[in-house]
């Protein structure tokens, strides 16, 4: 079976980055709560932040809060949006062919079982 853990991991956060401003762990978190299916861990996540910073589509910040360490907190850019765009255009047109996939693999999966 192919890999494709983190395929969509830069849609995800931008996604959720829209949504609010938040940090790597707190952003795991919400993936692994609201995904029906999360196939990121915590290395991939902080690997597609990195490469979403170099990109200009986030910005990185590191703040303080009270006596614990600093964490860096993200927050999408224009550019940031723009690609989020993007994404939901290519993720749209993914959805159309799996749903081929799946209605063609259905029909003839059940033709074959009678």
């Not at 762990?25 to 932040?49: G, K, M, W």
């Not at 255009?89 to 009678?114: C, M, P, T, V, W």
Request: aromatic content about 10%; glycine content about 8%.
């Amino acid at each position: 079976m192919p890999k494709t853990h983190g395929r969509h991991a830069p849609a995800f956060l931008l996604l959720f980055l829209n949504e609010e401003p938040s940090y790597r762990a707190r952003l795991l978190a919400r993936l692994q709560e609201q995904l029906p299916h999360c196939l990121l861990d915590s290395a991939i996540v902080y690997r597609t932040l990195v490469q979403l910073e170099r990109q200009g589509l986030v910005r990185g910040e590191w703040k303080e809060k009270g006596a614990g360490q600093p964490r860096k907190w993200y927050s999408i850019s224009d550019e940031g949006r723009k690609a989020l765009e993007e994404y939901a255009g290519d993720i749209r047109r993914r959805e159309e062919n799996l749903q081929f996939f799946l209605e063609r693999y259905g029909g003839s999966y059940r033709a074959r079982s009678k």
